[in-house]
């Protein structure tokens, strides 16, 4: 990552000489995962479910904090020059994406703990006495919860575009220089995170509000490929083939197999079965849309990798 692969003398070097592994798109996908999961939470709020022992948004503030460490821990991992991360913090660069992702970052840890203390769970009470008159304080002001609840909304939005904007900046790699590609990002970490509260809900209320919520955001996904796909195909020679490296190159099996079949239309159908009582809910479909939204992450990353201009414009080299 350009701000992060400083030297001493902080010069900067390429981006693209850096070969991401497996710590981007793992960070990538919880990123957009836990983004996903604050909108949901903030919603909850704004409806006042947090008052319902049932809803999961009275667990789910808590479980993205620690979604949120391991996705910033497999960032780390993947930094070259990992002496120098305080850097990002000592200015902001409006035109860098990685600075305003580190300041995203920065809000989005106190807007998902001042969720957290809007009902502290029963077994953490009376355990740090700040925590209670804390908890005690906010639920005294109805207007301060709307808030937060529309604080975590709006930083999960910002957090979930983020991911896409850090790719579609890299001009250096065509196919993930695409306006659409922020979209397709939100609207996968919406619908990872739909998946994932199906998958933990134990209320049958809830567990049917959020696949009718991740069979919209599923359907949105497959809009939103259409159109960064077409985008792709309706541009350049160079994106042009870089389109066709997941639409018909070596990455297409797991593009179509793993991604589309698996990740989105296979679950979508399970999923208006079940909610039109065809067939019962199981932890089958949520498990499929969560890992294809993991999968999309690692192979657009290793796909873009391969695409870049100077192979398109000189192929003999």
């Known amino acids: 990552m350009q701000e992060l692969s400083t030297t001493r003398n902080n010069h900067l070097i390429d981006p693209s000489l850096h070969v991401w592994g497996w710590e981007i798109p793992v ?4 990123g957009g995962l836990v983004a996903g999961i604050m909108i949901i939470s903030g919603y909850f709020v704004l409806k006042g479910q947090y008052k319902k022992n049932v809803f999961s948004c009275f667990h789910l503030p808590h479980i993205s904090l620690a979604l949120l ?3 910033m821990l497999a960032l780390f991992l993947d930094l070259e020059h990992k002496r120098y991360v305080w850097r990002l913090y000592t200015t902001f660069q409006v035109t860098s994406p990685m600075s305003w992702g580190a300041w995203i970052l920065v809000l989005v840890y106190p807007a998902l703990f001042l969720n957290t203390l809007i009902r502290i769970p029963e077994p953490f009470r009376n355990r740090i006495k700040l925590f209670d ?19 975590n909304m709006l930083l999960g939005t910002l957090l979930g575009m983020y991911t896409g904007v850090l790719l579609s900046s890299f001009g250096a790699r065509p196919l993930w220089n695409s306006a659409m590609l922020w979209m397709l990002f939100l609207v996968s970490g919406l619908s ?8 933990i809900a134990r209320d049958t209320f809830e567990r049917e509000l959020l696949a009718k919520a991740d069979n919209g955001f599923l359907t949105l996904e497959l809009f939103v490929f259409g159109g960064f796909i077409s985008g792709l195909l309706t541009s350049t020679r160079v994106h042009q083939e870089a389109a066709m490296t997941i639409l018909t190159g070596s990455y297409a099996p797991g593009f179509w197999v793993f991604v589309i079949g698996l990740g989105i239309l296979i679950p979508l159908l399970i999923q208006l079965l079940a909610v039109n009582h065809k067939v019962r809910h199981s932890p089958v479909a949520p498990i499929m849309v969560i890992a294809g939204g993991l999968l999309l992450r690692i192979i657009l990353v ?3 990798q391969d695409t870049h201009w100077t192979l398109a414009s000189f192929p003999g080299n």
């Open 302 to 304: 290793a796909a873009g």
């Open 27 to 30: 960070y990538l996908f919880i």
């Open 133 to 151: 008159r804390l908890s005690e304080r906010i639920n005294q002001h109805p207007f301060a919860i709307k808030n937060i609840g529309v604080m």
């Open 192 to 199: 990872s995170a739909a998946a994932f509260v199906h998958l």
């Open 69 to 71: 460490s391991l996705g």
